[in-house]
């Protein structure tokens, strides 16, 4: 009875920090949201290198629960998506399927990193590379979409201006995520 109650008190305080720290992520994506250079359609931001470091330190559920936070609060009317802007109209905008596929790539880092318990420098830049892969996938079909840009046209104003910021973040944040562990 007495060694139940202890592993509840861990599972319990685990799970706070995990709330905790998705939190913090879902605040930090919010500020990377701020950081901006307006490029295009879609601003460089560092919004990428929280969903990687989100998906890889917290793993897949708290990761991309983090994620949706960041969403909700955006949905909610409060100015974290980039540039200060907000509501539900943003995500059925030009930049909506990056902000979804934020989501979806920190599900699979954390998914890909919780696999191989000891994941190297090479393994999170891996992971992280197929995660850029996904939001660029979902981002550049919306923005195609809402845009109406043809394909090349797309890969230029959507991906292109972007590959370097972001393997740049891919690189700071596997080398964080071999540095730090919750």
Do not use: C, H
Not at 94 to 103: C, E, L, M, N
Not at 153 to 180: C, H, K, N, Q, W
């Amino acid at each position: 009875m007495k060694n139940d109650k202890i592993t509840e008190e861990v599972i319990d305080s685990s799970n706070i920090e995990k709330m905790v720290f998705a939190s913090l992520f879902a605040a930090m994506t919010a500020v990377g949201a701020y950081i901006k250079l307006p490029v295009g359609p879609v601003p460089i931001t560092l919004q990428v290198l929280f969903v990687f470091l989100a998906g890889s330190i917290l793993g897949k559920k708290w990761g991309s629960l983090s994620m949706v936070v960041y969403i909700l609060l955006g949905v909610a009317g409060i100015p974290v998506f980039a540039g200060g802007a907000s509501g539900i109209g943003v995500l059925f905008g030009p930049t909506g399927g990056y902000i979804i596929g934020f989501v979806i790539a920190a599900f699979v880092i954390g998914m890909l990193t919780e696999r191989k318990k000891s994941t190297g420098l090479t393994f999170n830049v891996l992971y992280m590379l197929i995660g850029l892969v996904i939001i660029y996938m979902l981002g550049a079909t919306q923005l195609m979409v809402e845009a109406q840009f043809e394909p090349f046209e797309t890969i230029m104003a959507g991906i292109a201006p972007f590959v370097i910021g972001d393997i740049l973040s891919i690189l700071i944040a596997a080398y964080i995520t071999t540095r730090y562990e919750i």
